[in-house]
Nanobody
Framework: QLTLVESGGGLVQPGGSLRLSCAAV????????VGWFHQAPGREREAVSC????????NYASSVKGRFTISRDNVKNTAYLQMNDVKPEDSGTYYC??????????????WGQGTRVTVSP
């Protein structure tokens, strides 16, 4: 039984950097893959990145590949999304969620509050 809490969002200038955190409360964090999702205003949620339980596997949406990096610290029970060279289109709410594997993230229908990112001068 895990509860994930997103944090780290805020206002950032285009080209700047931001690191989002996904903190897990509960046991078994190191048994779950963690995925990040982005929802821009007026748009549906879309997958951004995922990392496997042991960080052996990562994947990225083409829109963020080369700019964002997903990572995790299983000792701290936290996953991260390092956002570099951010663009206005990156604005919106970011959510994290867990699943046994990245391939099964879509089976998890529970969403938290998310953390909001605004990319603006």
């Amino acid at each position: 039984q895990l509860t994930l809490v997103e944090s780290g969002g805020g206002l950032v200038q285009p080209g700047g950097s931001l690191r989002l955190s996904c903190a897990a409360v509960g046991d078994g964090f190191d048994h779950y893959a963690v995925g990040w999702f982005h929802q821009a205003p007026g748009r549906e949620r879309e997958a951004v990145s995922c990392i496997s339980n042991n960080a052996a596997e990562t994947n990225y949406a083409s829109s963020v590949k080369g700019r964002f990096t997903i990572s995790r610290d299983n000792v701290k029970n936290t996953a991260y999304l390092q956002m570099n060279d951010v663009k206005p289109e990156d604005s919106g709410t970011y959510y994290c969620k867990e699943a046994p594997t990245c391939a099964t993230l879509h089976l998890n229908h529970y969403w938290g509050q998310g953390t909001r990112v605004t990319v603006s001068p």
